[in-house]
């Protein structure tokens, strides 16, 4: 005999404007408090805090996107997942808490006991008056990471053909959860993930549920694993954009960084940074302050770090490299390999 599914109703919270909520983001992401940044990246990428502090790795992947690493001792896990700004700022934040908190010595609980509290703290205070709640017992900080993150990712970035539920599960590294799962089951788990607890909208009568508002913004790029390419990508089938870099002054980098010729700023990035073209384009390039509250720039490919040389304002090499990581012209070069785009800017 077989036992019918009962499909599970959910209460809804709706969120106004996701805007509001991202820009109170974007100030935490820029803070000096490890607990402010901690709870920016969380509104941002959806990840927990102990993966933000130790048990997962981040790269750059598009302007608006970053690959999420997690390794194991047999195995290792990447997905794309989108941000809900900037990819460089998340990075930025990223290798902040990185190199400020020392965790080294903690497991998963410990990294929790000690960093969790700030971060809910942070959250409730911030988020008060944008994030409603059911009771005073719940978290914002939960509804925040498992929720809210992927309500706005789906209203900005899922494309109309995929439906809500499985972009969800994959960039939250649920996928497995969900396999071979009927849709009444596949929903009923979704509601106990918490995938659904909130809409964009004043009120049930007044939701706005459409899909992919944003996919048609500067820099912004469907996930890989939701578009597809019917050839593989190599570098004979990509339709790139020849870049040929020009011989400049290097007397005057200020000047030509603010350019809007791409092959002139990324001259004068590879003269100011002494970076190759791929790192320009898919490394962590990143600022940090020391104990003396002097600037430092770095550039980290795979576990490889290298501190850059500052003879220029910091500020203006980050504004120039996320320019570069934005323009159309570039799309097409991310989905090269670095030794791909790097043979093919720098060949004589």
Excluded at 84 to 102: C, H, M, P, S
Aim: net charge neutral.
């Amino acid at each position: 005999m077989t036992t019918g599914q009962v499909k599970v109703h959910r209460e809804i919270h709706f969120i106004k404007d996701p805007e509001e909520i991202i820009g109170v983001g974007k100030t935490l992401l820029s803070s000096q408090d490890y607990g402010e940044v901690l709870s920016g990246l969380v509104v941002m990428t959806g990840l927990k805090c102990e993966h933000l502090l130790k048990k997962s790795l981040i790269e750059y992947k598009t302007p608006y996107s970053i690959k999420v690493i997690e390794r194991t001792s047999s195995s290792e896990k990447v997905r794309e997942i989108p941000t809900l700004t900037l990819a460089d700022d998340v990075i930025k934040g990223f290798q902040f808490i990185r190199n400020t908190i020392e965790i080294n010595h903690l497991d998963n609980r410990g990294i929790n006991g000690n960093f969790l509290p700030s971060v809910i703290k942070v959250c409730e205070e911030r988020f008060k008056t944008l994030v409603p709640l059911s009771s005073s017992k719940e978290s914002r900080y939960t509804y925040i990471q498992r929720s809210i993150y992927g309500t706005i990712a789906v209203h900005w970035y899922c494309p109309a053909e995929v439906l809500p539920i499985d972009y969800l599960a994959y960039i939250y590294g649920q996928e497995s959860i969900l396999e071979g799962k009927s849709e009444i089951a596949k929903e009923n788990l979704a509601n106990n993930l918490h995938y659904f607890d909130y809409e964009i909208g004043i009120n049930r009568k007044k939701i706005d549920d459409k899909r992919g508002i944003k996919l048609n913004k500067k820099g912004v790029i469907i996930l890989d694993k939701f578009n597809p390419q019917p050839e593989e990508t190599t570098e004979t089938n990509l339709l790139l954009l020849p870049i040929k870099l020009p011989e400049i002054d290097s007397s005057n980098l200020v000047e030509l960084l603010e350019s809007d010729e791409i092959s002139v700023l990324m001259q004068a990035l590879i003269k100011a940074t002494d970076c190759s073209p791929s790192q320009l384009l898919c490394s962590q390039i990143f600022e940090m302050t020391d104990k003396n509250e002097e600037s430092h720039l770095y550039v980290k490919q795979g576990k490889k770090k290298r501190e850059l040389p500052l003879t220029i304002n910091s500020d203006l090499i980050l504004r120039a490299v996320s320019k570069l990581r934005q323009s159309p012209s570039m799309q097409e070069w991310l989905k090269l390999s670095p030794s791909e785009i790097d043979a093919q800017i720098l060949a004589k």
